[in-house]
């Protein structure tokens, strides 16, 4: 199994920054992509940001700017560094990877717990 264990959350105030960080561990062969979901509260999760292997990155358009997604593969790590955040960014944020356990095994989904993040004066 692979696991996921997200930190970092909290609460901040309006304009306030975090950084959340996520360790994937157990049996891992290989890691693909990582990332970070959020779900607040009475809302669907949705995508927040991801970054493969290479490096390559995506983000949800309305968080562009404000928030960074950053990994060490060496650590199986990703990190997630929220700036300027807004009340509307209170939710739970969930890591996220796809990743096989062994050579030839498929790329499977696993989610961490998730960390709640709240933005409020």
């Known amino acids: 199994q692979v696991q996921l264990v997200e930190s970092g959350g909290g609460l901040v105030q309006p304009g306030g920054s975090l950084r959340l960080s996520c360790v994937a561990s157990?049996?891992?062969?290989?890691?693909?992509?990582m990332g970070w979901y959020r779900q607040a509260p009475g809302k669907q999760r949705e995508l927040v940001a991801t970054?493969?292997?290479?490096?390559?990155?995506a983000y949800a358009d309305s968080l562009k700017g404000r928030f960074t997604i950053s990994r060490d593969n060496a650590k199986n790590t990703v990190y997630l560094q929220m700036n300027s955040l807004k009340p509307e960014d209170t939710a739970v944020y969930y890591c996220?990877?796809?990743?096989?356990?062994?050579?030839?095994?498929?790329?499977?989904?696993?989610w961490g717990k998730g960390t709640l993040v709240t933005v409020s004066s």
């Open positions: 157990g049996s891992i062969f290989r890691i693909y992509v």
């Open positions: 970054i493969t292997s290479g490096g390559s990155t």
């Open positions: 996220y990877t796809v990743a096989s356990q062994q050579v030839g095994s498929p790329a499977m989904n696993y």
